[in-house]
């Protein structure tokens, strides 16, 4: 009996150990600010494995900004400069930070993005191709819209169970990308089946929102006058409202499952969001209230 209870103590013991050694496990995410001072408002992410010793950087677009950002031990863990798009706000800085990466780390760095527009490429992922970051698991979701080569990077921890997903321009907090190189149907199929399928229901809770930009600010005032007119009519916004009046940055606070409640793009069927577009009657498809939505928002 002795020795059974003595059992039971120790696996409890190293069950309470693992909850602890998880607790402080985890994947980190640092956010780089780019070219605030002149209204880009643009994010670089460094995405590294708990233990730092592998590292994605994703859009690198100012070199100078990126590297001033990072010290010496963060710059020669990046395996991979990696890209959400080709546009040169994202993708500008790729032959700086290899060149300089290579010279640090005295091995090659590979360029991951959707298409050889973005330079210096080596690696094009296919839609959900998956890679391995040390214990990390990141699934390439390709949302042709923004660009055609747009890409999303949905990240998990499976021993931590932390999720991230590196959007880009396609989707911003309470927002989306233009429609630069694509139509509404191909939005509303990026925001809405490709990354949402891609994710998995099961995880758009625990999925933390990471975009290319600080636009959030902006695109609450937007739904706000256009869509959700008064406080009270999606509190969802209202919440989102008040953290932006208090907070700069909001990058990796949401979740998509929070997108879900507040985001006029996401949110389609929604009679309040037909409203907004003059489709009280629920005649337009889909990709015409994307559409209708964006004109609104570019006119703003």
């Known amino acids: 009996m002795y020795r059974l209870s003595f059992i039971t103590r120790q696996l409890a013991s190293l069950t309470t150990a693992s909850r602890q050694i998880q607790q402080t496990r985890k994947m980190h995410i640092k956010a780089i600010k780019m070219r605030w001072l002149t209204g880009g408002v643009n994010y670089s992410y460094l995405l590294s494995t708990q233990d730092k010793t592998k590292s994605w950087l994703i859009d690198p677009a100012e070199a ?5 950002a990072l010290k010496t031990e963060e710059l020669t863990s990046v395996d991979a400069v990696v890209n959400t798009h080709h546009h040169y706000d994202h993708s500008g800085g790729n032959g700086a930070m290899v060149s300089r990466l290579t010279e640090i780390k005295g091995s090659d760095v590979q360029v991951i993005c959707g298409s050889h527009n973005s330079p210096g490429a080596t690696q094009i992922p296919k839609h959900l191709q998956e890679y391995t970051l040390g214990d990390l698991k990141i ?7 923004h660009t055609q080569d747009s890409v999303c990077y949905y990240v ?6 932390e999720k991230a997903i590196f959007t880009g321009d396609t989707l911003f907090i309470a927002g989306c990308g233009r429609f630069f190189e694509g ?3 191909e939005m509303d199929v990026a925001l809405n089946r490709r990354i949402l399928d891609g994710v998995g229901e099961a995880n758009w809770s625990s999925t933390k929102v990471y975009p290319g930009h600080e636009y959030t600010k902006s695109n609450v005032k937007f739904v706000r006058d256009a869509v959700y007119k008064k406080v009270g009519d999606n509190s969802a916004l209202d919440m989102l ?3 932006c009046k208090k907070n700069e940055v909001t990058t990796g606070v949401f979740t998509l499952r929070d997108e879900l409640e507040y985001n006029p793009f996401m949110r389609l069927d929604d009679p309040t969001v037909r409203d907004a577009v003059n489709d009280a009657q629920g005649s337009c498809t889909r990709a015409q209230v994307t559409d209708r939505l964006r004109e609104l928002k570019n006119k703003m």
């Not at 100078?64 to 001033?68: A, G, K, P």
């Not at 390439?140 to 819209?145: F, L």
């Not at 998990?156 to 169970?161: Q, S």
């Open 64 to 68: 100078l900004e990126v590297f001033s």
């Open 139 to 145: 699934r390439c979701i390709r949302t042709p819209c």
């Open 156 to 161: 998990r921890d499976p021993n931590t169970g």
């Open 183 to 185: 139509t509404g149907e």
């Open 241 to 243: 409202e008040n953290y």
